[in-house]
């Protein structure tokens, strides 16, 4: 059970600096910032729902669907495109049908792109959820993916 | 002040106990790149050797002494013996390692890497005299590696706050006064005289001022920022505190990038010990200094890292720059003064005030004073995190300290997507602000990108545009509009569909950007597109004349091919191959049907890499569509 958004709310201040840091706890708890936790805030910090989506659109971090069992990030930084970074991502999009920034549809996986991940020595890495893997090859990928499910 | 005295003597006793080093002491690179490569796994290796011989020794978890491609590094300081360091570490090699070490009671020649003390030991050479470091100066990075980041007392023990100390005894005006002598300039890229944007701060009327410590990392393949706060974060919220001194702020804010969850979870328990020791609160050491440090989580902006979209985005806002002046140093955070410095000028300053000025202008060179931490990475044999004196030549960096490049070199990449690409004819230039800018380049923060001959640079300035035009905030047109035209035109470069037009047409969207836009972003997104047609024109011209990728990197521009008379017929790639390209009966040479083959790289890997292949697939420019 995730904790409820009301507890979330009485952690912080009601100033409007707050917005962001509400923003991360919540999507931290439920995965994702939902239309209810929307409304929540925005009673609570006294600004309006327009407000609240133009600031979480913004920013890459913040997501407004039910996020898969697990996400994994390729990292598309300088060093990682040099060293084939794209080429790992092109080969996910096809293997799991969707496109960057979507969910499987058995919510098995998330794939993202992800800007550095500031292993560029490492170069080409994924991150898997917590986990970063490094000096990745299109197949050794293809078969550490089957170690998630 | 007597308490924290107190505190640092009985640091400094235990330090010293650490260094006679009665018990064995084995220490393990845990940044994030170490722990990328398995350093934590090796952990574990090391309690069940312990365990297994009923040994005991002390385990530490350090950060990153930089040379990135030797991870894991597992090093092993015997009592009365100098510290061994071990590179590209592994179980099988890790048992090899202890086993000499503790039950044959000599460090593993063959595999050691370099040794902490001072001449030859059985061998093995000086870790200082390894050809990546020699060339290499440390003052950002002294402790890096050396000491346990989570541990205050270590930092304490090894001159820690000292600097801080000193500062505090002195007028701020004198502290400001220092970092002007020490000739020091902003390391986030710009190289604005950090002693200036202080005094306008200093000066500027208000109750309340605001220091921010710039951690929000954003260029792609720089990590400099996050070694230093993993490896060691209290050098950096000790410079916090002298730059809240100097500059007559209370509060300190310290922005980083939500991307670096280690070195979040690393500042905020030094930060937690600073409280303990009484180095934040009310007035510290009995001063009438109080200051208090926050940590804000970047949300995933790119632009966030411009100081006025910075500055935003720690409001609740969207992280859009606003146009200056006024500057953040007389009007920045909620109105009130405000200075943001990057991480790593924090760093440098506790050495600079511990050490006086005069000895931090000793490095660097006239107008550029100091030292400068990169990362060094891309096609080159020894990446890793390093720092030199500014003046130093491209060439140095790239052959002295990276080894090379395993293939022909092509161009070096300075200052991330803000940067600008150099050709081999700059090798020689000195890495300083200026002489960067003018071969239209930056500093930027440091990342320093290198690209041999399998590097298509067309790609790379789409790449680069590409990641700037996703980041662009909006807000100004000639950014929003302009880098969108840029990067459509490249698209169509490397889609082998480019006319020598467009050649002109990317050149003035590029001036014109340059000139229009807002802030740092849009003013300097161009300058990779810029900088690759000025000195790799040519690359340019065969994408579009011949339709030809030389580098073979541009899909709509290559194709693969099988050899007949190198196939083995292993089957390897038929295996790997997702869309059934590759057909073949075993023992056969296979064939594979272009019109299905969507380029992904699986048969090329599989079929250099595994051994009953034969090296048989090619990439190869595509026969020419007529």
Same mark, same amino acid.
């Given at each position: 059970?995730?904790?409820?958004?009301?507890?979330?709310?009485?952690?912080?201040?009601?100033?409007?600096?707050?917005?962001?840091?509400?923003?991360?706890?919540?999507?931290?708890?439920?995965?994702?910032?939902?239309?209810?936790?929307?409304?929540?805030?925005?009673?609570?910090?006294?600004?309006?729902?327009?407000?609240?989506?133009?600031?979480?659109?913004?920013?890459?971090?913040?997501?407004?669907?039910?996020?898969?069992?697990?996400?994994?990030?390729?990292?598309?930084?300088?060093?990682?495109?040099?060293?084939?970074?794209?080429?790992?991502?092109?080969?996910?999009?096809?293997?799991?049908?969707?496109?960057?920034?979507?969910?499987?549809?058995?919510?098995?996986?998330?794939?993202?792109?992800?800007?550095?991940?500031?292993?560029?020595?490492?170069?080409?890495?994924?991150?898997?959820?917590?986990?970063?893997?490094?000096?990745?090859?299109?197949?050794?990928?293809?078969?550490?993916?089957?170690?998630?499910? | 002040?007597?308490?924290?005295?107190?505190?640092?003597?009985?640091?400094?006793?235990?330090?010293?106990?650490?260094?006679?080093?009665?018990?064995?002491?084995?220490?393990?690179?845990?940044?994030?790149?170490?722990?990328?490569?398995?350093?934590?796994?090796?952990?574990?290796?090391?309690?069940?050797?312990?365990?297994?011989?009923?040994?005991?020794?002390?385990?530490?978890?350090?950060?990153?002494?930089?040379?990135?491609?030797?991870?894991?590094?597992?090093?092993?300081?015997?009592?009365?013996?100098?510290?061994?360091?071990?590179?590209?570490?592994?179980?099988?090699?890790?048992?090899?390692?202890?086993?000499?070490?503790?039950?044959?009671?000599?460090?593993?020649?063959?595999?050691?890497?370099?040794?902490?003390?001072?001449?030859?030991?059985?061998?093995?050479?000086?870790?200082?005299?390894?050809?990546?470091?020699?060339? *290499?100066?440390?003052?950002?990075?002294?402790?890096?590696?050396?000491?346990?980041?989570?541990?205050?007392?270590?930092?304490?023990?090894?001159?820690?706050?000292?600097?801080?100390?000193?500062?505090?005894?002195?007028?701020?005006?004198?502290?400001?006064?220092?970092? *002007? *002598?020490?000739?020091?300039?902003?390391?986030?890229?710009?190289?604005?005289?950090?002693?200036?944007?202080?005094?306008?701060?200093?000066?500027?009327?208000?109750?309340?001022?605001?220091?921010?410590?710039?951690?929000?990392?954003?260029?792609?393949?720089?990590?400099?920022?996050?070694?230093?706060?993993?490896?060691?974060?209290?050098?950096?919220?000790?410079?916090?505190?002298?730059?809240?001194?100097?500059?007559?702020?209370?509060?300190?804010?310290?922005?980083?990038?939500?991307?670096?969850?280690?070195?979040?979870?690393?500042?905020?328990?030094?930060?937690?010990?600073?409280?303990?020791?009484?180095?934040?609160?009310?007035?510290?050491?009995?001063?009438?200094?109080?200051?208090?440090?926050?940590?804000?989580?970047?949300?995933?902006?790119?632009?966030?890292?411009?100081?006025?979209?910075?500055?935003?985005?720690?409001?609740?806002?969207?992280?859009?720059?606003?146009?200056?002046?006024?500057?953040?140093?007389?009007?920045?955070?909620?109105?009130?003064?405000?200075?943001?410095?990057?991480?790593?000028?924090?760093?440098?300053?506790?050495?600079?005030?511990?050490?006086?000025?005069?000895?931090?202008?000793?490095?660097?060179?006239?107008?550029?004073?100091?030292?400068?931490?990169?990362?060094?990475?891309?096609?080159?044999?020894?990446?890793?995190?390093?720092?030199?004196?500014?003046?130093?030549?491209?060439?140095?960096?790239?052959?002295?300290?990276?080894?090379?490049?395993?293939?022909?070199?092509?161009?070096?990449?300075?200052?991330?997507?803000?940067?600008?690409?150099?050709?081999?004819?700059?090798?020689?230039?000195?890495?300083?602000?200026?002489?960067?800018?003018?071969?239209?380049?930056?500093?930027?923060?440091?990342?320093?990108?290198?690209?041999?001959?399998?590097?298509?640079?067309?790609?790379?300035?789409?790449?680069?545009?590409?990641?700037?035009?996703?980041?662009?905030?909006?807000?100004?047109?000639?950014?929003?509009?302009?880098?969108?035209?840029?990067?459509?035109?490249?698209?169509?470069?490397?889609?082998?569909?480019?006319?020598?037009?467009?050649?002109?047409?990317?050149?003035?969207?590029?001036?014109?950007?340059?000139?229009?836009?807002?802030?740092?972003?849009?003013?300097?997104?161009?300058?990779?597109?810029?900088?690759?047609?000025?000195?790799?024109?040519?690359?340019?011209?065969?994408?579009?004349?011949?339709?030809?990728?030389?580098?073979?990197?541009?899909?709509?521009?290559?194709?693969?091919?099988?050899?007949?008379?190198?196939?083995?017929?292993?089957?390897?790639?038929?295996?790997?191959?997702?869309?059934?390209?590759?057909?073949?009966?075993?023992?056969?040479?296979?064939?594979?049907?272009?019109?299905?083959?969507?380029?992904?790289?699986?048969?090329?890997?599989?079929?250099?890499?595994?051994?009953?292949?034969?090296?048989?697939?090619?990439?190869?420019?595509?026969?020419?569509?007529?």
């Amino acid at each position: 059970m995730p904790e409820s958004i009301e507890r979330i709310l009485g952690r912080h201040g009601r100033s409007p600096d707050e917005l962001i840091p509400i923003l991360q706890d919540v999507q931290a708890a439920f995965g994702y910032i939902g239309e209810p936790s929307v409304k929540a805030i925005s009673r609570y910090l006294r600004i309006s729902e327009n407000q609240i989506y133009g600031v979480s659109s913004f920013y890459a971090q913040f997501r407004f669907t039910e996020p898969g069992r697990h996400g994994v990030k390729v990292c598309l930084g300088t060093a990682c495109h040099v060293r084939g970074g794209a080429t790992l991502l092109d080969m996910l999009e096809r293997g799991l049908d969707i496109h960057c920034g979507e969910t499987t549809e058995d919510k098995r996986f998330d794939l993202d792109r992800v800007a550095c991940l500031g292993c560029c020595a490492l170069s080409p890495v994924v991150q898997i959820d917590r986990d970063i893997y490094s000096r990745m090859t299109v197949n050794r990928l293809t078969e550490l993916l089957k170690n998630y499910e | 002040m007597n308490k924290l005295i107190r505190k640092i003597d009985s640091a400094k006793g235990k330090w010293e106990k650490l260094r006679e080093n009665r018990e064995p002491i084995i220490f393990i690179g845990a940044a994030s790149c170490g722990r990328a490569a398995g350093a934590l796994d090796l952990k574990e290796g090391i309690k069940e050797f312990l365990n297994e011989n009923k040994l005991s020794a002390k385990v530490i978890e350090v950060g990153c002494i930089g040379p990135c491609y030797l991870e894991p590094l597992v090093d092993i300081k015997m009592p009365g013996q100098p510290r061994v360091s071990y590179n590209n570490v592994n179980a099988k090699t890790l048992a090899r390692i202890l086993k000499s070490h503790f039950l044959d009671g000599a460090p593993h020649q063959k595999l050691a890497l370099g040794h902490f003390g001072k001449g030859e030991l059985n061998g093995i050479p000086p870790f200082y005299e390894l050809p990546m470091l020699k060339p *290499q100066v440390r003052v950002v990075l002294r402790n890096c590696g050396l000491i346990d980041p989570e541990e205050i007392d270590q930092y304490l023990a090894v001159d820690g706050y000292q600097g801080f100390m000193k500062a505090i005894k002195m007028t701020p005006e004198d502290v400001i006064g220092t970092v *002007q *002598q020490s000739g020091i300039r902003g390391r986030g890229g710009a190289g604005f005289p950090t002693y200036r944007k202080w005094t306008v701060c200093r000066n500027s009327p208000g109750e309340q001022k605001y220091l921010i410590c710039n951690a929000d990392e954003g260029d792609p393949g720089a990590f400099m920022n996050r070694s230093l706060i993993e490896s060691d974060p209290h050098a950096v919220l000790e410079g916090m505190l002298i730059a809240g001194y100097a500059i007559g702020a209370s509060k300190g804010i310290v922005y980083i990038r939500a991307e670096y969850p280690l070195a979040i979870e690393r500042l905020k328990r030094a930060i937690g010990q600073m409280r303990e020791y009484g180095l934040l609160g009310k007035n510290i050491l009995g001063s009438d200094f109080s200051f208090e440090i926050k940590i804000k989580e970047g949300a995933g902006a790119f632009v966030c890292g411009e100081e006025t979209a910075l500055i935003g985005s720690i409001e609740g806002k969207r992280g859009m720059p606003r146009s200056r002046p006024p500057f953040p140093a007389i009007s920045g955070l909620f109105g009130c003064p405000t200075i943001i410095n990057n991480v790593e000028t924090l760093g440098t300053l506790p050495n600079i005030l511990r050490n006086g000025a005069e000895w931090y202008t000793r490095f660097g060179k006239e107008g550029n004073r100091g030292t400068k931490t990169f990362s060094l990475v891309g096609k080159i044999r020894r990446p890793g995190l390093i720092e030199v004196q500014l003046g130093t030549t491209l060439r140095e960096i790239i052959f002295d300290i990276g080894g090379g490049v395993q293939k022909p070199f092509k161009a070096i990449q300075t200052g991330g997507p803000s940067g600008g690409c150099l050709s081999e004819e700059f090798l020689d230039l000195t890495v300083d602000y200026e002489s960067l800018a003018s071969a239209g380049s930056i500093m930027g923060s440091g990342g320093l990108i290198i690209m041999d001959e399998d590097t298509c640079i067309v790609d790379v300035a789409k790449y680069f545009l590409d990641f700037t035009q996703k980041e662009s905030c909006g807000k100004c047109v000639p950014c929003r509009v302009g880098t969108r035209h840029m990067v459509e035109i490249l698209e169509r470069i490397t889609n082998g569909e480019g006319t020598p037009d467009d050649l002109l047409a990317l050149r003035t969207l590029g001036d014109t950007i340059k000139k229009g836009a807002l802030c740092g972003l849009g003013q300097t997104a161009p300058n990779p597109v810029l900088t690759t047609l000025r000195y790799f024109r040519n690359e340019y011209l065969e994408h579009i004349k011949d339709h030809k990728c030389r580098a073979t990197v541009c899909k709509s521009l290559i194709e693969y091919r099988v050899i007949k008379e190198k196939c083995t017929g292993c089957q390897s790639c038929v295996r790997v191959c997702p869309t059934g390209a590759i057909t073949g009966p075993r023992s056969e040479p296979h064939n594979l049907d272009a019109s299905k083959c969507i380029k992904c790289r699986s048969c090329y890997e599989v079929c250099r890499y595994e051994a009953i292949a034969g090296d048989a697939i090619v990439i190869r420019t595509a026969e020419k569509k007529s």
